[in-house]
């Protein structure tokens, strides 16, 4: 079956040796699943992060996105900011601010799935996307509101992504007591918002690009800020009850 690439140009070309832009991608991220215990906290929000990464391969392949090499070169370089976080610590390397907690926090019993998963998207969207988006910008040589159709089309995923981990993840109604804590501390958070900031902070970042100091220390204000949230998102709760009665969004999968 003939696959589709870009040509030089920026144009659609066909060809039967294209790889799909993604598929590095994913295949780092699988690696990662089978390589990381299940109840790590990477390993949960990698697990999400491939879901919806397998997704977005998916519409790239059925033409989903307005501009398909403006989608593609924003998700491989939003997708490699996480991986080069991830893959940096094996070396002995200090992940950005960000993502710091969730490296601190991965193994702590008090910690739970649904915590440890939206405290990755928090990471990733409130920091790493917004770097994206800017990269992206000087790799494809446009203006960020070139991006922004294919900007919200992710966002849009991501979404539905969010509420899917909702439903797996929260306990259910007999669990109240166990999960009241958690149900507050997480009714605060919204990845809408930390959406439509992430694509505020890339706007101002991009005019600030002639202006190296600042923009430097904007980014860093930034890290420092949303690593603040994702502390917040991995307040440690109750110990984890005994396996004999962990909740089914407790299992293996998660």
Known sequence: MT??????????????????????????MRALR????????????NRVY?????????????????????????DVLFAGRYLAAVEGTSFGRRPPDCWRPLFQFRRHPGVRPLQFALAGINAHIGHDLTLAVVDSCRALECEPASLERDFDRVGDTLTLLEERIREELMPGPDLFQVADPMTHLLASWSLERARDASWSAAKVLWQLRELPALAREFTERL?????????????????????????AWEDDRW
């Not at 790590?40 to 929000?45: E, L, M, Q, R, S």
């Not at 890290?223 to 909740?247: E, F, I, Q, W």
């Open 3 to 28: 696959q589709t690439a870009w040509s030089e140009t920026g144009h659609l070309a066909h060809t039967h040796r294209f790889a799909a832009p993604l598929d590095p991608v994913v295949r780092r």
């Open 34 to 45: 089978a390589d990381l215990p299940p109840r790590d906290g990477i390993a949960v929000f």
């Open 50 to 74: 491939l879901t919806v990464t397998e997704e977005i391969s998916r519409l790239l392949a059925h033409g989903a996105f307005a501009d398909p090499r403006a989608a593609a070169t924003l």
């Open 223 to 247: 890290d420092a800020g949303v690593g603040l949230v994702t502390r917040c998102l991995l307040t440690p709760l109750a110990a984890s009850a005994p396996a004999s009665a962990r909740p």
